[in-house]
């Protein structure tokens, strides 16, 4: 059987042929021997332990796939198999090198103690498979956070912003948080005095979001170090997204399949709350022309983008840099496309 050797990846390329052939004598050989071999590989990891989680707490992992094929996925449905998760995914098809995520969420309200899910996810583009990804987690029935998390909401590139909560603890006058771990510089902790009553141990718990923080989704979590060896460190989810001074539509720029020396021509919109100037546009690549003006300050630019397939079958991804006068970084995008000698 042959597999994903022969898959066209971003580090590195076969002809466009070869990458047709093997594809098609994947599709060919038996439901046994290959039917989600293709579909498996596209996934970065199949299983996501949680640890320990509080209950009522927010806990999400993103499976993420990318399609390294010269052919469309489509993911028709995904399903969990009990209750105590649910799942979604994000974008259902795939063009060449496009990622998409299965977002499993866990059901910490309702459920306790040790609890283990398989999600399927059923591709029937280009070919029907299935894919199985395992979550398994524990929750604390004596851990309680108000609200289930931080969230942020949509930030302001630049502004601060703070979000407070509450951990209680049940059954243990002397259980106490230790620490608090972030894995990003740019949020700072402030873990308040205890409150005890009886048995019941409260905390509030304030993070706060820099000025300094980058463009894009939070998407991380806190660890709370506590004194209990049964549940050392339990995770506080942090979500929200700080909006970018500058953005550009679409996110990332899809260019199609086109064969070698093929031009195309798409438009960058690129918009802020004020005006401002385009300084620049650069690439690592000379495949693309970029038309702007430098002279007029507006909140929208319309920029055409002209790029020529090289001479090369396979993958391109390269990394389109605008750099504006109202920010010191540029905002940047990723183009992608696939060159395809049979391309129509």
């Not at 504006?324 to 060159?339: F, G, M, Q, V």
Request: glycine residues 8%; proline residues 4%; contains cysteine.
């Amino acid at each position: 059987m042959i597999r994903s050797q022969f898959r066209p990846t971003l580090a590195g390329v076969l002809p466009a042929g070869v990458l047709r052939l093997a594809l098609a004598m994947t599709l060919l050989c038996g439901a046994r021997a290959g039917a989600a071999d293709w579909a498996r590989d596209m996934f970065e990891v199949v299983q996501h332990d949680f640890g320990t989680v509080a209950v009522g707490a927010k806990a999400e992992f993103a499976f993420k796939f990318t399609n390294n094929y010269l052919y469309e996925v489509h993911v028709a449905r995904v399903r969990s198999s009990c209750g105590c998760s649910d799942v979604r995914v994000t974008q259902d098809t795939l063009a060449t090198y496009e990622s998409g995520e299965v977002v499993a969420s866990i059901n910490s309200e309702r459920l306790r103690g040790d609890q283990s899910s398989t999600l399927t996810v059923i591709f029937d583009k280009p070919r029907y498979a299935e894919v199985q990804l395992k979550v398994t987690v524990y929750i604390r029935g004596d851990i309680l956070l108000e609200p289930s998390g931080f969230d942020f909401g949509e930030v302001e590139q630049g502004a601060e912003a703070s979000r407070t909560l509450t951990v209680t603890h049940f059954g243990n006058a002397d259980w106490r948080i230790v620490d608090v771990l972030s894995n990003t510089e740019h949020l700072e902790c402030e873990l308040g005095e205890p409150v005890r009553s009886g048995s019941r141990v409260s905390y509030p718990l304030t993070t706060r979001l820099d000025a300094s923080g980058p463009a894009g989704s939070l998407g991380t979590q806190l660890l709370l170090v506590t004194n209990d060896s049964r549940a050392e460190k339990i995770p506080v989810m942090v979500e929200g997204r700080v909006r970018p001074l500058v953005s550009v539509a679409p996110a990332s720029l899809y260019l199609g399949s086109l064969r070698p020396g093929q031009s195309i021509s798409k438009r960058l919109v690129v918009r802020a709350p004020k005006p401002f100037h385009i300084q620049e546009i650069s690439t690592d690549c000379d495949c693309f022309d970029f038309a702007y003006a430098t002279r007029d300050a507006k909140t929208l630019h319309l920029v055409p983008v002209k790029f020529t397939a090289g001479d090369t079958a396979g993958g391109v991804k390269r990394m389109i840099r605008i750099k504006t006068d109202l920010n010191d970084s540029p905002t940047e995008i990723i183009a992608l496309a696939a060159i395809d000698d049979q391309a129509k």
